[in-house]
């Protein structure tokens, strides 16, 4: 069983910058990929950020390139992901997740394990 936690985010004026924080326990995931996905009232949940661990490769949502980072730190089995330039529209819920991807990244389908989700609000 993998338990995912989830620690950051905030209230920050929109151009700001926070950073998220998901530290991951019970397996290894030397096949796995972690990110996060999000999601705003009324909305769907969407596509963010993940990076694998077999290859430290990075995929992000046009929406945030440029401005998110995600990154790792092995010896902790924790993810981070900074988010500069904040935007009223990046304002959601944060969830954090792990998964063995067999097709797409981008997919939630793929992920086995999610967090508990933060709150992110950006104030215009």
């Known amino acids: 069983q993998v338990h995912l936690v989830n620690s950051g985010g905030g209230l920050v004026q929109a151009g700001g910058s926070l950073r998220l924080s998901c530290a991951a326990s019970?397996?290894?995931?030397?096949?796995?990929?972690m990110g996060w996905f999000r999601q705003a009232p009324g909305k769907d949940r969407e596509f963010v950020t993940t990076i694998k661990w077999s290859d430290n490769s990075t995929y992000y949502a046009d929406s945030v390139k440029g401005r998110f980072t995600i990154s790792r730190d092995n010896a902790e089995n924790t993810v981070y992901l900074k988010m500069n330039s904040l935007k009223p529209e990046d304002t959601a819920v944060y969830y954090c997740a792990a998964g063995y991807i067999l097709h797409s990244v981008y997919s939630d389908s793929e992920y086995d394990y999610w967090g508990q989700g933060t709150q992110v609000t950006v104030s215009s």
């Open positions: 019970g397996r290894t995931f030397s096949s796995y990929a």
